[in-house]
């Protein structure tokens, strides 16, 4: 069974700077992309940034500049660097796999979710 953990979620100023990390683990051949989305409250979840395997990378318009994504294929984890955070930023933050290849299947995986509150 494939699993993904988040962690590094919490309480932070404005201005003030979250790293988040998200580890799938299972017997797992590959991983096409890995990526963040994140839901507030009253709000559709949303797109945040996304890398593939080989590093190409997307990003929201709304965390451009501010936001980074980076990969660790033989570890399959995906972190998150998140700098300048506002309060529009807080919401619950979950990591996806995409096109999770376990040798029978290939699936899509959603983690938890983590709490990230920018607040003064």
């Known amino acids: 069974q494939v699993q993904l953990v988040e962690s590094g979620g919490g309480l932070v100023q404005p201005g003030g700077s979250l790293r988040l990390s998200c580890a799938a683990s299972g017997t797992i051949f590959s991983i096409f992309a890995m990526g963040w989305y994140r839901q507030a409250p009253a709000k559709e979840r949303e797109f945040v940034a996304r890398?593939?395997?080989?590093?190409?990378?997307n990003y929201a318009d709304s965390v451009k500049g501010r936001f980074t994504i980076a990969r660790d294929n033989a570890k399959n984890t995906v972190y998150l660097q998140m700098n300048s955070l506002k309060p529009e930023d807080t919401a619950v933050y979950y990591c996806?796999?995409?096109?999770?290849?376990?040798?029978?299947?290939?699936?899509?995986?959603w983690g938890q979710g983590t709490q990230v509150t920018v607040s003064s």
């Open positions: 996806k796999a995409l096109g999770v290849l376990t040798g029978t299947t290939r699936s899509d995986y």
């Open positions: 890398v593939s395997f080989g590093g190409a990378t």
